[in-house]
């Protein structure tokens, strides 16, 4: 499967301010997805990024708040702007693989604690 | 609407017990149903999917689940538990045709092995 990895590992953020998440992939993929894994809570699909279009967010979520970035088809960016303590989450990406039934593999992880 | 559900939150078992950890489904037309574990301070790691054929599928780490379509469900066991078993586990559903790729996740369960 895909090696993912992302930055930064870990962040504590002040409110008002913005934090741009990485998310890199060791082969080239075409779709990609972000998801929010609030404290002690399942994971939400935040949002589908495909190389060279616009991101599709899911309900709850906009671009205004969650701005993707998807130069190429081995990496991809979130910002999560004017950040509140209800943004404190850890924010995963995940890409699909396989030919038949793609299965999603997820990177570690950004933990995020906004104060 | 698709759904899965993780009626526990919780499952407490012994070293070398066998474990079980449930998960129904509720999805229009046939389901691809996967299984994730999150160890702590971590990201989620594929265990195993149903797509179609065999209703046992076996995955990593011994572990193994059972689609039972009638009683629309897809536990997940291990004949063994370890202690190194104890994490958070994961129960995801995606539908057979959809024009989406988005995955469904149930809430999660914590599995803790006593040694």
């Known amino acids: 499967s895909a090696v993912i990895s992302q930055k930064p590992s870990r962040d504590i953020c002040q409110r008002g301010t913005s934090l741009t998440i990485q998310c890199q992939v060791d082969s080239q993929v075409t779709m990609m997805f972000w998801y929010r894994q609030q404290p002690g809570q399942s994971l939400t699909l935040i949002a589908t990024?495909?190389?060279?279009?616009?991101?599709?967010?899911e309900s709850g979520f906009v671009i205004d708040k969650f701005p993707i970035s998807r130069p190429n088809l081995t990496f991809s960016t979130l910002t999560v702007s004017n950040m509140s303590p209800e943004d404190s989450s850890i924010y995963l990406c995940?890409?699909?693989?396989?030919?038949?039934?793609?299965?999603?593999?997820f990177g570690p992880g950004t933990r995020l604690l906004v104060l | 609407a698709q759904s899965v559900a993780q009626p526990e939150d919780q499952v407490n078992v012994a070293e070398g017990n066998p474990l079980t950890v449930k998960c129904t489904y509720s999805v229009s037309g046939n389901p691809y149903l996967f299984w994730y574990v999150q160890y702590p301070n971590r990201g989620l790691q594929f265990l195993l999917k149903?797509?179609?054929?065999?209703?046992l599928v076996k995955g990593s780490y011994g572990f193994e689940a059972e689609f039972n379509k009638s009683q629309t469900s897809f536990h997940l066991k291990k004949p063994s538990a370890l202690v190194s078993d104890s994490a958070l586990y994961f129960c995801a559903v995606r539908a057979y045709g959809g024009a989406t790729n988005k995955l469904i996740f149930g809430t999660g369960t914590l599995l803790a092995v006593q040694p």
């Open positions: 990024a495909n190389q060279g279009s616009e991101a599709t967010y």
């Open positions: 995940s890409v699909e693989e396989g030919a038949v039934v793609e299965t999603q593999y």
């Open positions: 149903y797509i179609t054929g065999d209703n």
